[in-house]
């Protein structure tokens, strides 16, 4: 795949000259992983400048690193299920995760590098773990009190006005009874890992299975009785209030 292709098949793609970050979400930033990447970087840039200063042509080194480390090279799609199948092929480490990528960083090897490196003592990246576990739980859990709320006080009322079975209102309300389910497991959780382990588990597929629910009955309620606004009324959310496009702009 030609250089400049690849960072259309992964989400962290190098491109000849750089790296890129591809659809990083508006709340988020690349600070930290930055700091991983310089270090791994700094780290290995030490090993090749310990080599030369010790008489290795610097040729022979690039060779020695490029040959170490070429089972990790892969010019396909990334976001294929191809990779992760040949990734398990070369004994690569697939962490599917951002959960447990987290909780890696807290690996020995990695508190070793980044002591190493003066970049981060052991504490300073725990607590990093640490705080990154708790803002992504503290996340999910506004979400899923934010999906109650509106399953109860708008779903399952307009289901009802609109004279849906109650099989479908009996449904709604055993999605809620889930999603709390979700969230007292968070709350009981032992660790900051374990509650955004819960929290991932609560946002993925909780979440995931209750919205379904809530997707069919909206297909069953007339749409002016939908109190929800749709995709459709969102995207043409001016038009629907009688703008025109250059009327908007002005």
């Known amino acids: 795949v030609p250089a400049e292709d690849r960072n259309r098949t992964s989400p962290f793609p190098y491109g000849g000259h750089r790296f890129e970050f591809r659809a990083v979400g508006s709340s988020q930033n690349v600070s930290m992983v930055n700091t991983v990447l310089c270090s791994a970087i700094a780290d290995a840039f030490t090993k090749f400048a310990d080599a030369i200063e010790g008489g290795t042509a610097p040729l022979v080194v690039a060779q020695a690193s490029l040959q170490e480390n070429w089972n990790i090279i892969f010019n396909g799609d990334g976001y294929s299920a191809e990779w992760p199948v040949e990734a398990a092929k070369r004994g690569l480490r697939n962490t599917a ?12 090897k990695n508190i070793a590098l980044f002591e190493k490196l003066g970049v981060m003592s052991k504490e300073e990246t725990v607590a990093r773990a640490v705080a990154m576990h708790d803002q992504y739980a503290g996340i999910v859990e506004i ?3 934010v999906m109650i709320e509106m399953i109860t006080r708008k779903c399952v009322p307009a289901c009802k006005a609109a004279g849906l079975s109650s099989s479908v209102v009996q449904g709604l309300t055993a999605g809620v009874s889930k999603l709390e389910q979700a969230l007292h497991a968070m709350e009981e959780a032992p660790t900051e890992f374990a509650t955004a382990q819960a929290a991932r588990v609560g946002r993925l597929e909780t979440m995931e ?9 909206e297909k069953m309620v007339p749409e002016e009785a939908w109190p929800i606004a749709s995709y459709k009324s969102l995207l043409f959310l001016d038009f629907e209030q009688g703008y025109t496009i250059t009327g908007a702009g002005q």
Do not use: F, I
């Not at 995760?97 to 020995?108: K, M, N, R, T, W």
């Open 143 to 145: 979400e899923l009190k």
């Open 209 to 217: 299975e209750v919205r379904a629910l809530c997707d069919a009955a």
């Open 97 to 108: 995760s951002g959960v447990d990528a987290v909780e890696a960083l807290s690996d020995g």
